[in-house]
């Protein structure tokens, strides 16, 4: 069955760094595009960026644009996150997603 197993989320100080990793398994996973999403407290999920399969094209929110970067190691069924620059409106619950289905989440805060 299809698994998406996001790690890498934590707590990091405003204009710190993380990188969030999405584990795939279960599906031809260079067949498929692949996004980010996240959801804040009180606030509806929203994509953050998205890649293509097998990876040759990107797409971000304009609020990360600049400072998140999405790729694919079609090799390891992973697709990751770096997140730089972080600022307190990034925290939120970081979802991987592929067409029809959902990681459990991973939780990012970003607070001095």
């Known amino acids: 069955q299809v698994q998406l197993v996001e790690s890498g989320g934590g707590l990091v100080q405003p204009g710190g760094s993380l990188r969030l990793s999405c584990a795939a398994s279960?599906?031809?996973?260079?067949?498929?595009?692949m996004s980010w999403y996240r959801q804040a407290p009180g606030k509806e999920r929203e994509l953050v960026a998205a890649?293509?399969?097998?990876?040759?094209?990107?797409n971000y929110a304009d609020s990360v644009k600049g400072r998140f970067t999405i790729s694919r190691d079609n090799t390891k069924n992973t697709v990751y996150l770096q997140m730089n620059s972080l600022k307190p409106e990034d925290t939120a619950v970081y979802y991987c997603?592929?067409?029809?289905?959902w990681g459990q989440g991973t939780q990012v805060t970003v607070s001095s």
């Open positions: 997603r592929r067409q029809g289905y």
């Open positions: 279960g599906f031809t996973f260079s067949a498929y595009a």
């Open positions: 890649i293509s399969s097998p990876g040759g094209s990107t």
